[in-house]
T-cell receptor, first 115, second 115 residues
Framework: DVKVTQSSRYLVKRTGEKVFLECVQD?????MFWYRQDPGLGLRLIYF???????EKGDIPEGYSVSREKKERFSLILESASTNQTSMYLC??????????????FGEGSWLTVV | DAKTTQPTSMDCAEGRAANLPCNHS???????VYWYRQIHSQGPQYIIH???NNETNEMASLIITEDRKSSTLILPHATLRDTAVYYC????????????????FGQGTILTVHP
């Protein structure tokens, strides 16, 4: 079974803090993703990585950065947390694009509250 | 990606089959039908996907009509733990770059399994 593990399920941080969300996958997937999910807004892509040290901005990259130093690990960084970044963050992974590689697998989610 | 239409909610008795319909009348030839579910406060869970043929795995069966304009997800013996929001999504196998990571989760169907 594919396993995508997010390091923290629930976090509370203060405005202005630097926040790290860690994600590890155990299926040797090339692609990894960070999303946030908010009521009424659905799933929004923040960043996408298709290889080690490679990244592409998604729809809402402002206020976020990412790091992928190893294939299995993809980190989301909030440089200076703000209250509008309170959300559920979802990490996901998949094989390279292709007919059998389109399935995206998600982690359990990290609930971040910024106060 | 093509738009999908699902009923807002459905009920099912425990132990019975749950049949969840989805309309995707504008689906194109290179688009797959995917099903995910999301239990409250957790990340989306992949269930099954298909292109033309019916598919079955350990979780569910997917029946796609011959014209591919609609499909049905079947949970053969629903349990209380199957209570969740079920999302039907169509995705292209040709999407590139960050388009690949875009997942449009509609409103989904709230399935309630009762004793």
């Amino acid at each position: 079974d594919v396993k995508v593990t997010q390091s923290s399920r629930y976090l509370v941080k203060r405005t202005g803090e630097k926040v790290f969300l860690e994600c590890v996958q155990d299926m040797d997937h090339e692609n990894m993703f960070w999303y946030r999910q908010d009521p009424g807004l659905g799933l929004r892509l923040i960043y996408f990585s298709y290889d080690v040290k490679m990244k592409e901005k998604g729809d809402i990259p402002e206020g976020y950065s990412v790091s992928r130093e190893k294939k299995e690990r993809f980190s989301l960084i909030l440089e200076s947390a703000s209250t509008n970044q309170t959300s559920m963050y979802l990490c996901a992974s998949s094989l390279s694009r292709g007919s059998s590689g389109n399935t995206i697998y998600f982690g359990e989610g990290s609930w971040l509250t910024v106060v | 990606d093509a738009k999908t239409t699902q009923p807002t909610s459905m009920d099912c008795a425990e132990g019975r089959a749950a049949n969840l319909p989805c309309n995707h009348s504008t689906i194109s030839g290179n688009e797959y039908v995917y099903w995910y579910r999301q239990i409250h406060s957790q990340g989306p869970q992949y269930i099954i996907h298909g292109l033309k043929n019916n598919e079955t795995n350990e979780m569910a069966s997917l029946i796609i009509t011959e014209d591919r304009k609609s499909s049905t997800l079947i949970l053969p013996h629903a349990t209380l733990r199957d209570t969740a929001v079920y999302y039907c999504i169509v995705r292209s196998s040709n999407a590139g770059g960050t388009s690949y990571g875009k997942l449009t989760f509609g409103q989904g169907t709230i399935l309630t399994v009762h004793p």
